[in-house]
Each structure stands twice: as C-alpha cells, then as structure tokens.
C-alpha cells in the first residue's frame, strides 16, 4: 500500500496556495504531518498565523519565512495541482484503491469493503 499526498489548493480560498507551500516547508524540516494538523485544528492560514505555528514547532523560523516569501514550492504546489486535474480529481479528499475512485470523507467500513474485495480479486488471480 502506498499513502500519497498532493497538493490541490482551492482557486478561490484566501491563502489556499500559502498553506500548501508552509506545509512543504515544514516537510523540508521534518514537520509536515504536525504543521498540516496545525493548520486544520486552528484554521488561520495568513502569513503571520503560518509564521507562528513553525516557531511553535520548533522549525528554523528565518528560513521557513525566506522559503515561503520566496515561493520556494509554489511549483512543487502547481505541479500536484496538474497532477489533481490530469487524475480529474476535484473534491478532497479524493482516494484510489487500486484505480478505483472513491471521492469525499467516507467511514472506514467503506475503505474495508473497497480493499477486502480488492485483495480477494488479487488471490483469485494468482490462484
């Protein structure tokens, strides 16, 4: 099983494109899952707000800043978002099982149903 994660900030959300770019400066850090769950728990995603959860997890703040003032990810952000459109993926969260598509939150039962039945068709093949 593989996790991937991409970017697909919203067009029309106020600091949509700031955020994916702190989050891929925190991941330079090491802190991409605690700045990601930062950012969804307090929901400010301004300049200042992103400044402040880095120094509140303890990254080096001067080069987080630089890297986000530079746009240093911005075509790491914009090449997910290629990727999101080339996939015909608009919603998030969107997931694939085995090339099936299932779009939006869905309770766990329904991610257990989609692999149960995707590794029983994987046995019955190579039997």
């Known amino acids: 099983m593989r996790l991937a994660i991409i970017h697909h900030p919203y067009r029309y959300r106020d600091y949509a494109h700031l955020s994916a770019q702190a989050a891929e400066a925190a991941r330079a850090q090491g802190k991409f899952w605690e700045m990601h769950d930062l950012m969804l728990e307090r929901r400010r995603l301004d300049r200042d ?6 120094r509140e997890l303890g990254l080096d703040v001067p080069r987080f800043t630089r890297e986000l003032d ?10 997910d978002v290629e990727l999101a459109q080339s996939l015909d993926i608009y919603q998030t969260p969107t997931f694939f099982i085995n090339g099936r598509k299932i779009v939006g939150e869905r309770p766990f039962e329904d991610f257990r149903k989609i692999i149960d039945e995707e590794l029983a068709q994987a046995q019955a093949t190579e039997n």
Do not use: F, P, T
């Open 70 to 79: 530079e746009q240093k990810y911005l075509a790491r952000v914009n090449q």
């Open 49 to 54: 707000s992103l400044i402040g959860y880095a």
